[in-house]
């Protein structure tokens, strides 16, 4: 046996190891930290576009003239002499440029704007945007959501009509990096998102989808929590002697009639509602009567939780009144809320 080292390749054979692990590790990091500055890079671009749109005004020039109400001008849009910024604060007496206070005018504009069939005005915006530069070039999509709304079962804001508000710009992909990014924002024009139904008793009644007229009143049936729920009364029918308008909250809509107490409006659960089922009231009057806020209180303390199925039957007698309901604008301290959401790919 010769017991001779042989140290010279040994070290070859150690140092070959070593050089081909480098190699291979210096191979591989890069495309482990590219995934995370993509994903990085896409959370920015979002987050900045949701900035442009809900935090300005936005603005338009032509090169000798400027302003901010870009919504107006759509027939110029697509001129090369003309550019925009498609921001969706509102500039009027109820928004005062605030923040997050979006006119319901520059939405639909946007809308318009943001339509991918006309390549050359939605590429315009991802430029104005900064989503196309030369160095860069993201696709996006923007939308008007339910503050419930998951990316997974989306909930489109609608107007009173149930046209859809605002869902413009790319599909969505269903695969590859994707960044997503929401932002609560209110909207100046409350009246024209909720439905407006007559509910009175001196005309034919018009009530929401979920809602049937009865011989003696209205049957309802909603979700948890209620997102929109107001009445406005308008007066006594002929100047009828006695008059109320009952709300209750019922298990089952085969309960009796829900009358309330003469010239109040009553809120409670069960039906009838005899004095200890009440949980508000108030005189009857003319006027308006915001009870979301109300109703999900008593849903609440009643032990309902998220999504639960909401029974109401509404009697009312001699009184002009208006229902203004909506299941996808949410009424959140005194004003109407939902969600801006960004898609950057």
């Given at each position: 046996m010769d017991g001779k080292g042989r140290l010279s390749l040994d070290m070859l054979i150690g140092l070959s190891i070593f050089l081909v692990t480098f190699i291979f590790i210096a191979q591989f990091l890069p495309t482990v930290f590219a995934?995370?500055?993509?994903?990085?890079?896409?959370?920015?671009?979002?987050?900045?576009?949701?900035?442009?749109l809900a935090e300005t005004e936005g603005a338009w020039s032509n090169?000798?003239?400027?302003?901010?109400?870009?919504?107006?001008?759509?027939?110029?849009?697509?001129?090369?002499?003309?550019?925009?910024?498609?921001?969706?604060?509102?500039?009027?007496?109820?928004?005062?440029?605030?923040?997050?206070c979006l006119e319901l005018d520059k939405i639909k504009a946007l809308q318009k704007a943001a339509d991918p069939s006309n390549p050359t005005l939605?590429?315009?915006?991802?430029?104005?945007?900064?989503?196309?530069?030369?160095?860069?070039?993201?696709n996006f999509h923007v939308s008007l959501e339910s503050l419930d709304s998951?990316?997974?079962?989306?909930?489109?804001?609608?107007?009173?009509?149930?046209?859809?508000?605002?869902?413009?710009?790319?599909?969505?992909?269903?695969?590859?990096?994707?960044?997503?990014?929401?932002?609560?924002?209110?909207?100046d024009s409350v009246y024209d998102l909720v439905g407006a139904y007559y509910i009175g008793t001196g005309g034919s009644r018009n009530v929401p989808n979920t809602c049937t007229n009865t011989t003696d009143g209205i049957d309802c049936s909603f979700a948890y929590p209620v997102k929109f729920f107001e009445i406005e009364v308008f007066g006594k029918e002929q100047q009828a002697s006695q008059w109320w308008l009952g709300?209750?909250?019922?298990?089952?809509?085969?309960?009796?009639?829900?009358?309330?107490?003469?010239?109040?409006?009553q809120i409670g659960v069960d039906s009838p509602l005899t004095p200890d089922k009440v949980r508000w009231n108030s005189s009857l009057s003319e006027g308006r009567y915001q009870l979301t806020d109300i109703i999900?209180?008593?849903?609440?303390?009643?032990?309902?939780?998220?999504?639960?199925?909401?029974?109401?039957?509404?009697?009312?007698?001699?009184?002009?009144a208006t229902l203004y309901y909506s299941d996808t604008i949410d009424y959140l301290a005194g004003k109407a809320v939902a969600k801006l959401v960004v898609y950057v790919w």
């Open positions: 995934d995370v500055r993509s994903e990085i890079s896409l959370a920015h671009e979002a987050y900045k576009v949701t900035v442009l090169g000798t003239h400027n302003g901010t109400n870009w919504e107006d001008y759509e027939s110029r849009w697509g001129d090369s002499n003309f550019t925009f910024l498609p921001g969706l604060v509102g500039v009027g007496s109820y928004c005062h440029g605030e923040p997050d939605y590429n315009k915006v991802r430029e104005m945007l900064g989503l196309l530069t030369p160095d860069r070039n993201y998951k990316p997974y079962n989306r909930t489109l804001v609608t107007d009173k009509d149930g046209n859809v508000v605002l869902d413009a710009g790319a599909p969505i992909p269903s695969s590859g990096y994707i960044s997503r990014y929401e932002r609560n924002v209110w909207i709300i209750c909250i019922v298990d089952t809509l085969s309960k009796p009639s829900c009358n309330a107490k003469p010239s109040e409006i999900n209180k008593i849903l609440s303390n009643e032990g309902y939780s998220n999504g639960d199925t909401v029974y109401l039957k509404i009697g009312i007698k001699n009184t002009d």
